[in-house]
């Protein structure tokens, strides 16, 4: 008996830590938001990120960035639709870089063309 109830604890344990090694943290420097403008030349509406690719012109040099956002229900639940960003909207994205510095990007907020501050985390 003492040995199945042990082999339980063990197994519950396992079955717990599974989970939590699944999640993981955007490797991001969060000392510097960083902002850029571009147009949407891709949208990725998915698990387990929203990814949008905007093209970022610097004098006549284009730069490509990853914009990331949260789960997909916590945009949604900040009034995100997979129809917020389309490919040709020009915007301004912010949020921080990656501390390696990719040129990706753990998206805070996004400015559309119209004025419109979306924002993905409600702060």
């Known amino acids: 008996m003492?040995?199945?109830?042990?082999?339980?604890?063990?197994?519950?344990?396992?079955?717990?830590?599974?989970?939590?090694?699944?999640?993981?943290?955007?490797?991001?420097?969060?000392?510097?938001?960083?902002t850029v403008k571009g147009t949407i030349t891709k949208v990725e509406w998915g698990n387990p990120h929203p990814m949008f690719t905007i093209d970022v012109r610097d004098g006549n040099k284009v730069e490509t960035w990853q914009i990331g956002g949260p789960a997909i229900t916590r945009m949604e639940g900040n009034g995100w639709t997979k129809d917020t960003l389309k490919p040709g909207d020009v915007v301004t994205g912010r949020g921080y870089q990656f501390s390696d510095g990719q040129k990706i990007i753990r998206l805070e907020s996004v400015l559309l063309s119209d004025g419109k501050e979306m924002r993905v985390y409600a702060r």
């Open 2 to 34: 003492k040995n199945i109830s042990a082999a339980v604890v063990i197994l519950a344990l396992v079955a717990t830590s599974v989970p939590l090694s699944a999640h993981h943290s955007w490797p991001v420097n969060t000392d510097k938001l960083v």
